[in-house]
């Protein structure tokens, strides 16, 4: 959600803080500001609604010297308790002007605080709960036991705060220090010779330094030129660890590579993802092979006594989640539910010792995930996360981790990292697979070999891509769009239905083609689009033909059928008014090539219609925020 960016060094402030803002703007804000610190006593804040380039504008409108000095910090807000307006946007200034904050995620004892400063005369400018942070903040700073010691002033105020947040404190009487903290939502430190940073992704500061220290929950971080001094929130540093650790990607891997939006680079990205995310998960032993989890702290012997697996997860992640179910229950026996992580600890699971918990989130910082994972914690399961975010909060809550290593994702609608999802749960349903003996040694191994040829297939695929764009542009003022699939190819419909939903901004709806005839089919009239994603005539038989009958029905009343099937199912051509083939492959597999046409589809339309792909209205990367 909010990008934010803090650093102390021998730079100017504001081209550092100003860049980090651009390499953040992928996590999705409507309003951008900056605060820096001069060095002899003064705060400059200007802030602005709207796209970053609009306080580039009036940044440079201000005059010479204005915005000098080397210390700084800026913002990219994703508005919760406000508009999005210039008066809402972050950084927010105490009233004598010498204290600024800028906060990600929502204080949620705001109310009573917000009561007590007007009570003690304290004008507030905003609507935002941030805004009294900083108020607090200046009144502990001025007056009390606090008085005149910055860093004390902020952890006596942090210790008030309730709710899930990241705060940055400057005051322009230490211009050489700021003051960060840390509760459920991302922060992480990064160490360079002569300068620091703090930022909420390390895309912020990965063109100055690739040496990073990861904040555990509730802890506070002081940084100066010189390092860093990491407490709790009651100002204890014994015994506070960190994990410093280094980024093993750089810059060039956030940039375009020449292409005109990041999605669609990403896109093309994909058989990497899909490669990088499987190697070194199968290891040779004297039995032939095993899959082997990343950081898995989850015995065999635990793997045995699982009697039930939940999914849990949201967006995307949820559309992987469902895929899942179909891997693990066909590999394993076990029944497996899969949940909106929103819904899951509202409604009671039934969970205990014996519940595997399995949690999906390209961030490892998503609130509802999050949430998720700590009620099935309280409850006694074990939780194994599935994440792209090396040591993010969800891996470090949970029992035992597999990391997919797409890389930074940078387009908000998920591709990549959908996939990469996709696989890790595959390599999940088999290593359970294997723990439980449901299947043979040599079975795994096949399953995974077949898994391992899917990246070259996934390439394939993408050749399909200029079809698929002529067919989208055809398209693109068509007001709604359907989705049908069976069996693994309904999560890939809603799947596709919603990348259509996010990037385009047009009605469209996937459903199970079964039911069909329960209620969809009286939506199809003449020329309506609808997308059908055909399984194997080879694996799955009957539902090929029932699927074949379902295309029938609809192109009867009118559809303009877009069907998605295996090279040389030729069955299905006459019913195709549009064509899409993709490589042959295992039914459970099919999905991790049936999705990328429809990521395809969905940003050549969005384009079509003028709309910005990699920054679709109102939706933000990672939401860290309930």
Same mark, same amino acid.
């Given at each position: ?5 803090? !650093?102390?060094?021998?730079? @100017? ?5 100003? @860049? ?31 796209? *970053?380039?609009?306080? =580039? ?13 080397? %210390? ?7 508005? %919760? ?36 400063? =007007? ?103 002081? &940084? $100066? ?20 650790? %280094?980024? @093993?990607? @750089? &810059? ?19 058989? #990497? ?5 499987? &190697?070194?998960?199968? $290891?040779?032993?004297? +039995? ?37 179910? !179909? ?26 010792? +014996? #519940?595997?918990?399995?949690a999906i989130s390209q961030s490892g910082e998503t609130a509802d995930t999050l949430e998720a994972v700590r009620h099935a914690k309280e409850q006694k399961a074990r939780v194994l996360a599935i994440c792209n975010t090396n040591g993010a909060q969800i891996p470090r809550e949970s029992d035992a981790v597999l990391y997919t290593r797409t890389g930074p994702e940078i387009g908000v609608a998920s591709t990549k990292a959908f996939l990469a999802q996709v696989a890790a749960n595959y390599l999940v349903g088999l290593a359970l697979a294997q723990a ?27 050749? #399909? ?5 002529? &067919? ?70 009957? *539902? ?26 030729? %069955? ?14 295992? #039914? ?5 090539l049936s999705t990328v046409p429809l990521q395809i589809f969905a940003a050549e339309i969005a384009q079509a219609r003028g709309y910005d792909v990699d920054k679709p209205r109102n939706l933000a990367k990672s939401v860290t925020v309930e």
């Open positions: 959600m909010c990008g934010i960016v803090g !650093y102390v060094g021998y730079r @100017d402030a504001l081209g550092v803080v100003v @860049d980090a803002l651009r390499h953040m703007e992928y996590r999705g804000y409507d309003s951008a500001g900056v605060a820096i610190l001069d060095g002899a006593g003064s705060l400059a804040v200007e802030r602005k609604a709207g796209r *970053l380039a609009n306080l =580039e504008a009036e940044l440079a409108e201000s005059g010479p010297g204005v915005f000098a000095g080397s %210390t700084g910090m800026g913002h990219t807000r994703w508005a %919760t308790h406000g508009a999005p307006t210039d008066r809402n946007a972050h950084p927010h200034q105490a009233a004598d002007g010498k204290v600024a904050v800028v906060h990600n995620g929502i204080i949620e004892n705001f109310a009573p605080l917000r009561r007590e400063l =007007e009570v003690a005369g304290v004008e507030l400018l905003s609507d935002t709960d941030t805004e009294v942070a900083v108020h607090l903040v200046a009144r502990a700073y001025a007056e009390g036991p606090t008085a005149g010691d910055f860093t004390a002033s902020a952890l006596a105020v942090l210790r008030r705060l309730e709710g899930a947040f990241t705060l940055v404190f400057a005051h322009a009487d230490h211009p050489d220090m700021i003051v960060a903290a840390r509760r459920n939502t991302p922060l992480v430190v990064g160490v360079g010779q002569g300068e620091m940073f703090i930022a909420s992704d390390v895309t912020a500061f990965i063109e100055h330094t690739r040496e990073a220290v990861e904040l555990g929950q509730d802890q506070a971080v002081v &940084i $100066t030129a010189d390092g860093y001094t990491v407490t709790d929130f009651a100002g204890r540093a014994d015994g506070v660890r960190t994990r410093p650790y %280094t980024i @093993d990607w @750089d &810059i060039a891997a956030a940039e375009k590579g020449g292409h005109d939006y990041f999605m669609l680079k990403e896109i093309e990205e994909q058989p #990497t993802a899909v490669a990088d995310t499987l &190697i070194g998960h199968f $290891t040779t032993d004297e +039995s032939g092979g095993r899959i082997v989890l990343d950081e898995q702290r989850l015995a065999d012997q635990e793997l045995r006594e699982f009697d039930k697996v939940f999914v849990v997860a949201c967006g995307s992640s949820y559309h992987a989640g469902l895929l899942a179910k !179909y891997a693990i229950e066909h590999w394993t026996r076990l029944p497996v539910e899969v949940e909106l992580a929103s819904e899951f600890r509202y409604r009671d699971p039934v969970l205990d010792r +014996s #519940t595997l918990v399995v439980r003996g449901t299947k043979y040694p040599d079975e795994v191994a096949r399953e995974f070999q077949e898994l391992e040829a899917m990246p070259k297939l996934v390439a394939r695929v993408l050749e #399909t891509a200029p079809q698929v764009r002529a &067919i989208a542009r055809e398209l693109a003022q068509v007001p709604t769009v359907l989705f049908l699939g069976r069996h693994v190819g309904y999560p890939v419909a809603l799947e596709g239905a919603l990348k259509l939903k996010e990037l385009a901004y047009m009605h469209a709806e996937g459903f199970a083609a079964g039911e069909l005839k329960h209620g969809p089919i009286a939506l199809i009239e003449d020329g309506l689009p609808v997308i059908v994603v055909m399984p194997s005539p080879k694996g799955r038989a009957v *539902l090929h033909s029932k699927l074949l009958s379902n295309i029938r029905e609809i192109q009867a009343r009118g559809a303009r059928t877009i069907v998605i099937a295996e090279e040389g199912d030729d %069955t299905v051509r006459p019913f195709a008014d549009d064509l899409i083939e993709i490589p042959s492959a295992p #039914t459970l597999f099919q999905p991790l």
